[in-house]
């Protein structure tokens, strides 16, 4: 290979890296500016299960998935596509069964559910339906950097991030509900 063509290798590199920073500096900074919309529009108990609701699925997330979305950067690019179909499905898979144990972890049904979540439990299905959908969805936030789509992942992400601050935001403001801002926060997992 020459420099020629390492140099613009590096450049495309860089170029694509940066975006995807810029993209999760973006969702990061509108995390951050969410719960000050929302200290503003919800009564303290409801703001304080909110808060409560992201500890849980940022505990779950992170011990869910076990670093199986990650594993793909290993193993994707060094399988030819009917391997490449078996290592998604088969983190897929696992993925929605770790989902399902985590959910009915945080779920009403759990008789050793927390006493922390116990807050959570009047929501019925609703918390337990986002903590499934949000472990599931982790692969979506690996599977298009790790096949190089770097425009869609930078897209897919800005648009979620900005229709879930909108939604959220935008349900707090005119409800004041915490149901509200649970059906919308599904909804934007489902996008």
């Given at each position: ?99 399902l144990v985590a959910a009915f972890i945080v ?85």
């Amino acid at each position: 290979m020459s420099a020629a063509t390492k140099a613009i290798a590096a450049n495309g590199l860089a170029r694509r890296a940066f975006s995807l920073g810029a993209v999760k500096a973006l969702d990061n900074a509108l995390q951050f500016l969410l719960p000050v919309v929302l200290v503003r529009c919800l009564d303290a108990q409801t703001f304080g299960e909110y808060r409560l609701l992201w500890l849980a699925a940022g505990s779950v997330l992170a011990l869910a998935t076990l670093g199986m979305p990650g594993g793909l950067y290993y193993f994707l690019p060094r399988s030819d596509a009917r391997e490449r179909r078996i290592y998604i499905h088969q983190t897929l898979a696992f993925l929605a069964a770790t989902g399902l144990v985590a959910a009915f972890i945080v779920s009403p049904l759990n008789p050793w559910m927390p006493a922390t979540l116990h807050p959570l439990a009047k929501y019925g299905a609703l918390v337990p339906s986002f903590i499934l959908l949000w472990v599931v969805s982790a692969l979506l936030d690996a599977l298009p950097t790790v096949e190089e789509r770097i425009p869609l992942q930078a897209g897919a992400t800005i648009s979620v991030a900005v229709a879930r601050a909108v939604l959220v935001a935008g349900g707090a403001w005119f409800t004041h509900d915490m149901n509200v801002i649970l059906w919308f926060l599904v909804a934007t997992v489902l996008l």
